[in-house]
């Protein structure tokens, strides 16, 4: 691994290479190299995960000083959800880094999504602890708060599923109709795939881990069409 291609990439070069070692270190790949050296990312993900929340709610309190709680809440949501940061993580290139087992390689999907995530929240306690709370800021600002206009522009901050309503009601006055179309996985690790009708029509699919989270994936992709 050519830790300089990364602190290249990510404009940040570290004094100690092991914290950036670390957030790239997922759990599985210990159980199969448990001499590596460092510990896994998940305690650098823990830091790294409430130093994101500060500098968002600082980023949005500043940018927004006339909007309520409620609606700040709902927009950092959208802003530091893990889609959101496996899309930022998958920017930097952050995909071509992470330390994984053999099995954990072959995930695709929701699961793929989640260990982007979770590294590069590692990749932000790293920066933190090398580099302090400044310098962290300033690459938030670049990676994920660089995103808000985005955010704002297709409501990504409203519940999808009401609003695929409230457009489809207004244009065809009909009710979108949600259906499971499969079940896939053991029962502690299903995987389901929902369809969002229009009518007869089927306007998109959407996958999760209970039927309510693929409803709501069903709905952002069929606002992609619609809004």
């Not at 050296?37 to 949005?60: I, M, Q, S």
């Not at 519940?159 to 457009?167: A, G, V, Y």
């Not at 309510?212 to 606002?223: F, G, Y």
Request: aromatic share 8%; with cysteine.
């Amino acid at each position: 691994m050519v830790l300089s291609q990364l602190e290249k990439k990510i404009g940040v070069v570290f004094k100690n290479k092991d914290f950036l070692k670390e957030s790239l270190t997922h759990r599985s790949y210990l159980n199969e190299n448990p001499k590596w050296g460092v510990p896994h990312n998940e305690r650098l993900e823990f830091l790294g995960d409430a130093v994101l929340e500060l500098a968002a709610t600082e980023g949005l309190f500043n940018r927004f000083p006339d909007l309520p709680e409620g609606d700040l809440t709902s927009i950092r949501a959208a802003l530091v959800n893990y889609q959101m940061l496996a899309i930022v993580a998958k920017e930097i290139e952050l995909d071509d880094f992470i330390l994984l087992s053999r099995g954990e390689m072959k995930d695709t999907g929701k699961a793929r999504e989640v260990i982007l995530a979770n590294a590069f929240e590692a990749l932000l306690g790293a920066i933190y602890l090398d580099a302090g709370y400044a310098i962290t800021k300033n690459f938030i600002e670049k990676t994920v708060i660089n995103h808000l206009d985005e955010v704002m522009k297709n409501k990504l901050y409203e519940d999808p599923k009401s609003l695929f309503q409230e457009i489809i009601q207004e244009k065809l006055k009909i009710t979108p109709i949600y259906e499971v179309l499969s079940e896939e996985g053991p029962d502690h690790a299903k995987i389901f795939t929902v369809g969002v009708y229009c009518g007869d029509k089927l306007m998109a699919q959407g996958e999760g881990s209970s039927k309510q989270e693929a409803e709501v994936e069903a709905a952002k992709n069929a606002l992609k069409y619609v809004s």
